[in-house]
């Protein structure tokens, strides 16, 4: 079933005409002098470094795009699957205690992670993080050596240096696994530079398709308002789309979406719900901006503010991991990440797991089943030797109750008289 809009088509249009309007007015801005020429020469309208869309080339972008989320319904997808983040720098230990991630420590958590399949199985495995003892071009490309060789079925992510993309691009195809699009972030406000757009140009040749993102902060480097923050984002990234493809030839996609900032502590807030909101509403906007259907989340970041494995970070998670599958998302990214992208925790990736476990049993219900026996028979039997040993509990026991890995369902007076350590001791035995 389809979730409720948020936005009336009113507001989906204003936002629309408004991003129109920015490009075709204002433009985007180019940080290289020599791509304004390029564009000018192909006919654009230039002022400085800035290039002007007209509104007809804005629209036919905009709707190229037009599709809409399959259903969950139609798909009947229910697993809950589970992503680890390669940005950390720092490893937090099992004692509580920092490290700095080396290339040593880097492939050894790979393992770690591919072990950890073993009690969740739906995760995405790679080597959590970037290795901080190699120069600093080659720290994605070290990760991604790492997680080929440890990680069965590794996903390499794009590359993040100019100098270090070739060599990256020459790994993931002798692996068997070629880059074939790349992200493209643009700066806010409508600021069409920085090192993913400079891979993306100079490799361009490589690529079928790529896709243009923002990240502003709301209130920050958009208005504080989402209509009109939504449609320079629009603007930007579709900007952002036209100017690629005007350049190289290869087909760019867009998408939208604006974060959270915390005017009181001055910091990018995640974890939190504005963000798990926002986050709601960019792929709202991003279906319906080009005429598509919207059918709810299919994603959602868990990622926290709280500075290491804990009470926060747990207590975050599992709200934004429930909301999520609640509402539809499937895929889980950052996985025992905390501290933003700062910080891997393996303990936290385990707490991770069974809390993700907790929420695919809420996702799945309970069984609708039918009943095909003598009720009467049945009834007569649980009088005289109780329902507990029947046959028809344990044959379907498991599809009722689900069985945590780490978390205890013990009474008091049982814990009381019970030696079983709590739930982070027993995730750290495991470890």
């Known amino acids: 079933m389809r979730q409720e809009y948020f936005f009336t088509d009113s507001q989906i249009n204003q936002i629309r005409d408004g991003a129109i309007s920015i490009l075709s007015e204002i433009g985007v801005k180019l940080g290289r002098r020599e791509l304004v020429d390029k564009l000018a020469e192909k006919g654009f309208s230039t002022s400085g470094n800035f290039v002007r869309i007209d509104k007809k080339t804005a629209l036919r972008k905009i709707e190229s795009q037009k599709s809409g989320d399959t259903p969950p319904e139609k798909t009947g997808e229910k697993t809950l699957y589970a992503y680890s983040s390669h940005y950390a720098n720092t490893y937090e230990n099992i004692d509580g205690s920092f490290s700095e991630i080396t290339a040593e420590s880097n492939a050894a958590m790979g393992r770690f992670v591919a072990n950890a399949a073993k009690i969740f199985p739906n995760i995405s495995i790679s080597c959590p993080g970037h290795p901080q003892d190699t120069p600093p071009e080659l720290q994605f490309f070290r990760h991604a050596v790492n997680s080929f060789i440890w990680c069965k079925d590794y996903h390499p992510m794009e590359a993040t240096s100019l100098k270090s993309a070739p060599y990256y691009y020459e790994l993931c195809e002798a692996m068997g696994k070629p880059v074939s699009g790349v992200p493209i972030y643009v700066a806010s406000p409508l600021n069409i530079s920085g090192e993913s757009f400079d891979i993306a140009l100079e490799y361009a040749g490589r690529f079928k398709s790529v896709y243009v993102g923002s990240m502003p902060a ?47 502590d001055t910091t990018l807030p995640f974890g939190t719900p504005e963000k798990l909101l926002l986050e709601w509403t960019n792929m709202e906007v991003s279906a319906r901006v080009s005429g598509g259907e919207y059918w709810g989340p299919w994603s959602t970041d868990i990622h926290t503010n709280a500075p290491r494995c804990g009470i926060q970070a747990c207590a975050e998670k599992a709200s934004l991991i429930t909301a999520g599958a609640v509402m539809g998302a499937r895929h889980f990214h950052t996985a025992g990440t905390v501290a933003m992208d700062e910080l891997f925790s393996p303990v936290q990736l385990l707490l991770d797991f069974e809390i993700l476990a907790h929420a695919q049993k809420i996702a799945d219900g309970m069984p609708n089943d039918n009943f095909d026996g003598d009720l009467l028979a049945e009834v007569r039997e649980g009088l005289e030797k109780s329902y507990l040993m029947s046959d028809r509990t344990l044959d379907n026991m498991r599809g009722y109750i689900w069985r945590a890995n780490l978390f205890s369902r013990e009474t008091i007076l049982g814990l009381a008289s019970s030696s079983d350590p709590d739930d982070v001791r027993r995730t750290m035995e495991l470890l």
């Open 218 to 264: 709301f209130g920050v480097s958009t208005p504080l308002n989402l209509i009109a923050a939504y449609a320079q984002t629009l603007a930007e990234t579709v900007g952002g789309a036209v100017v690629y493809e005007a350049l190289t030839g290869v087909p760019a996609h867009y998408g939208v979406g604006i974060f959270a900032f915390d005017f009181y």
